[in-house]
């Protein structure tokens, strides 16, 4: 962060169904290996093993790293998202709005692994000159928590519960 002190830091919430998904990823890279193991000697199960193993392997080792350095950051001026790869920060003096959902298709390629959310909206100028909203959707552990150490930051933000 910027020059930021920071207030408080979450870590995210992780569903079942994305371990599980993980999980499975695992299991197709191993049979994979074992019908290379048990077919060996084929041209073609080596440039399928070649390819194959390596990218389930990359698939898990970025969900583990992503899992591991994800947090979220309320700072003295702005809250931020910092995953693996990516870092979203949104100044207090944009954000409109936070609404609490629940997102059946949350996907663990997004700032947030859980399907139990919060989206902080926020407007802000658009590269061709318009306001735009636009929302930062997050999944912290302990949901409540964050949303009041927000709300103190941000007195009068209107907050969308389910």
Not at 46 to 66: E, K, R
Not at 112 to 118: E, T
Request: proline share 4%.
């Amino acid at each position: 962060m910027h020059g930021d002190n920071i207030v408080y830091v979450a870590r995210p919430k992780v569903d079942l169904m994305n371990h599980c998904m993980m999980m499975y990823v695992a299991a197709g890279g191993m049979v994979l290996l074992l019908l290379y193991l048990v077919n060996r000697g084929d041209e073609g199960d080596y440039i399928f093993l070649a390819f194959s193993v390596p990218f389930f392997l990359l698939v898990i080792v970025f969900y583990w790293f992503a899992y591991i350095r994800l947090k979220y950051v309320i700072g003295e001026d702005t809250v931020s998202a910092k995953g693996f790869l990516t870092m979203t920060e949104v100044p207090y003096s944009l954000i409109k709005e936070m609404k609490e959902i629940v997102d059946p298709y949350a996907s663990f390629f997004q700032l947030s692994i859980s399907k139990d959310r919060i989206r902080i909206v926020y407007e802000r100028v658009s590269e061709k000159g318009r306001l735009r909203r636009y929302g930062l959707t997050i999944s912290p552990r302990d949901k409540e928590e964050f949303i009041t150490k927000l709300e103190a930051k941000l007195p009068g933000i209107r907050v969308t519960r389910l």
